[in-house]
């Protein structure tokens, strides 16, 4: 986290920011034009102002955390699909540092994204939020990956190699990787019959493993899984048991939490506790060959 300076919309100097005291406009990025609005009353005395990058923040959880930190005066860069999702976001999207453009799905619009986030600038922590649930079938990108495969776990994966490393990593999973063990084998889906939920599960314990493997690999980065439960949010459904505001809290905090609790690494969270995840996630030798796994069907490797 930094001290504030300056921002540039499109060449015009804009108020007091975070950063390089001038983010650069990304190429194929959106920044607002409207004025930024700045919240700097709702930072603690003593705290800092953080710049978070949250991937799937057009609405649901990712929306919710980034409406979170913009309340408490940090600065967001929010992630949507494509261009038209951008006039339904209202007035977020003028409050934002920017909106990186991208399909999680594609290998190609990956690779976009983390530009454009490295062309803004260092980010000080980034949520891996977005994911897929209930893909019926197995799908195939242009890769030739199961669409949820290729969202849930290769995206976050390539974000996390490709990005400028940022002071923070939360990956959102969820309870349901518990059921997801003994994927190495077939992570693509090429052998065994579709099963949605089985896949849901897979991709879910591939980023709880990959957030404890940063946790030892990156040593100076604080980076953590959250099981943020069965919210109601489009992908949730309205009979979810957990509300929007105690599904985001987690990351929102671990993002930018200056407490003690906040500043270890390698945990696996549900509702601000920490949890044991599946055994198979915790294991060095899993982890190592997963990443070594995503390394040969992305081509890109983990620094």
């Not at 030739?144 to 990593?169: C, D, F, K, Q, W």
């Not at 060095?284 to 040969?296: G, V």
Request: net charge positive; charged share 20%.
């Amino acid at each position: 986290m930094r001290a504030a300076c300056t921002i540039s919309f499109g060449g015009r100097a804009g108020i007091p920011k975070l950063g390089r005291c001038r983010l650069a406009v990304a190429s194929g990025s959106y920044i607002p034009r409207r004025r930024y609005v700045f919240a700097p009353a709702k930072i603690e005395e003593g705290e800092q102002v953080a710049i978070v990058f949250i991937t799937g923040s057009a609405d649901g959880l990712g929306r919710a955390a980034a409406e979170t930190l913009l309340t408490e005066g940090h600065r967001v860069l929010l992630h949507v699909r494509s261009n038209d999702r951008i006039p339904a976001m209202g007035d977020i999207a003028s409050r934002a540092a920017g909106i990186a453009i991208g399909d999680l799905s594609s290998a190609r619009e990956v690779k976009s994204i983390a530009d454009q986030v490295n062309a803004i600038g260092r980010m000080d922590a980034i949520i891996h939020n977005a994911g897929v649930y209930t893909e019926r079938t197995r799908g195939s990108t242009i890769e030739g990956h199961p669409n949820t495969l290729a969202v849930n776990s290769l995206a976050p994966y390539m974000l996390t190699a490709l990005i400028e490393r940022p002071a923070r990593l939360v990956y959102l999973s969820s309870s349901l990787h518990r059921g997801g063990e003994g994927s190495l084998s077939d992570l693509n889906w090429n052998k065994r019959p579709w099963d949605w939920a089985r896949a849901y599960s897979e991709s879910k314990l591939h980023v709880v493993a990959l957030a404890l493997a940063l946790s030892r690999r990156w040593p100076h980065v604080l980076s953590h899984a959250v099981d943020p439960g069965w919210a109601r949010t489009k992908m949730g459904g309205v009979d979810a048991p957990v509300d929007i505001d105690t599904g985001q809290r987690t990351q929102s905090w671990l993002a930018v939490s200056g407490e003690s609790a906040a500043k270890v690494s390698g945990r696996y969270w549900r509702h601000l506790k920490q949890e044991a995840p599946a055994n198979e996630a915790t294991h060095p030798e899993f982890q190592a060959r997963l990443i070594a796994e995503f390394a040969r069907l992305t081509g890109v490797a983990l620094p």
